[in-house]
């Protein structure tokens, strides 16, 4: 009887403690440390960097282009920072990765939203304007009833076909 | 509200198969392997039918194109459990898949059989993968798919005519199919506006809606010069 119980004993812990060693991490890295707070707060908007906003669907990860703009030469002495020059030394835009997903099956446009219909970034994205260093997964994690929530209190449509393709 | 139609001139149509490749292009279609196209398996939103008359030496070929006719009474969306499948405002029959649970009554129920069911997920030769519509969902294993009229068109039209602060215009949403109709025989628009070319081609002598009596109110309307049983062979 005893040996039984050791057995399942052993059993689960080498399952549980495989199963949090193997555990693949799941958030989002960043290629760069950055930064978001320093640069709200030196005067920058969202759009300065996701600049596609109001033309597209997808608001955009920045080009290199848009970095070196301001980061040409050293503003500070960041090692983060000098990732952006030995990223264009290589010839190569900076690999962002992209936070908020929706389902492929859903059609969402920045444009439709932000210019449109006059929504503010922080209502999806939330205080990320704030964060100071890239957090590996969106403050809000929205769902369909969070958009049909909001759809219904502004009055517009809540056809499945207006979203869903 | 617009109510979406389409008129198919098969006085003009020469059965080329540009519409369905158009339509397989735009909205992701998988292939099929020829295994499981012998078990009826194929996928094709827009299909043309090929109607023989006569016999040798007397033989005459129609074409008919067939898209999903948009009933405006369609016998698909009464048998659809989950509301998977409806019929929007706009006359739009709908197929949402995250919705659909693959009962697959509602291909059972479609007359003009346009519903097709996933019988396994969806494969493209690796080369293809990149040629893929991003503007259209590629459907999972086990759910129902039919021809949308090229919604996601209509998602992007609406949003630009909104971003231009004008009214949605003859032609600014217009499915693969009509798009690509080398012959021009194909015409989109809305059919409860009275001046537009659908609801004038609508109103002509030469109309005609396919299964009719079923009173299935299909919003793709034929025209053919003389008479035309749809399917039927003709005595």
């Known amino acids: ?165 | 509200m617009p109510r979406w139609a389409m008129v198919i001139d098969l006085d003009k149509c020469t059965g080329c198969q540009a519409c369905v490749i158009a339509c397989k292009a735009e909205n992701n279609i998988p292939f099929v392997s020829p295994e499981q196209a012998a078990m009826g398996r194929t996928i094709s939103w827009m299909e043309i039918i090929p109607i023989v008359e006569g016999e040798y030496p007397r033989v005459r070929v129609r074409y008919i194109p067939r898209p999903c006719m948009q009933c405006d009474n369609p016998p698909c969306t009464k048998v659809c459990p989950v509301y998977a499948t409806f019929k929007n405002e706009e006359g739009l029959v709908a197929q949402i898949y995250p919705r659909c649970i693959g009962c697959r009554y509602c291909t059972a129920a479609c007359p003009y059989t346009v519903k097709y069911f996933n019988w396994y997920a969806p494969q493209w030769p690796a080369e293809m993968r990149a040629c893929l519509n991003p503007d259209v969902s590629t459907r999972p294993k086990g759910v129902v798919e039919k021809c949308t009229f090229c919604h996601h068109r209509l998602q992007k039209a609406k949003e630009k005519a909104r971003a231009e602060q004008r009214e949605l215009r003859e032609g600014d949403y217009v499915p693969a199919c009509v798009q690509s109709c080398p012959a021009g025989a194909m015409f989109f628009g809305d059919l409860d506006d009275p001046m537009s070319t659908v609801a004038q081609l609508a109103r002509s002598a030469r109309a005609f809606r396919l299964l009719d009596d079923l009173g299935t109110e299909p919003k793709v309307i034929y025209l053919s010069e003389g008479e035309w049983y749809g399917p039927r062979k003709r005595a």
């Open chain 1, 1 to 165: 009887m005893n040996r039984i119980l050791l057995f399942t004993v052993i059993l689960v812990l080498a399952i549980g403690g495989g199963y949090l060693v193997a555990k693949p991490f799941s958030g989002v890295v960043q290629p760069i440390a950055f930064n978001h707070k320093v640069h709200i707060d030196n005067g920058l908007d969202c759009s300065a960097c996701h600049e596609r906003y109001s033309q597209a669907a997808v608001a955009g990860r920045p080009k290199l282009t848009t970095c070196l703009f301001c980061h040409e030469t050293p503003l500070t002495e960041s090692p983060e920072e000098e990732k952006i020059r030995q990223y264009a030394e290589r010839g190569e835009e900076i690999p962002w990765r992209r936070l908020t997903r929706l389902p492929a099956h859903v059609y969402f446009s920045h444009r439709r939203h932000v210019v449109l219909g006059q929504i503010a970034c922080q209502t999806c994205h939330g205080r990320i304007g704030q964060s100071t260093s890239p957090p590996s997964r969106p403050e809000i994690q929205l769902k369909m009833n969070d958009c049909l929530a909001c759809h219904r209190q502004r009055g517009v449509t809540t056809d499945c076909n207006a979203c869903h393709r």
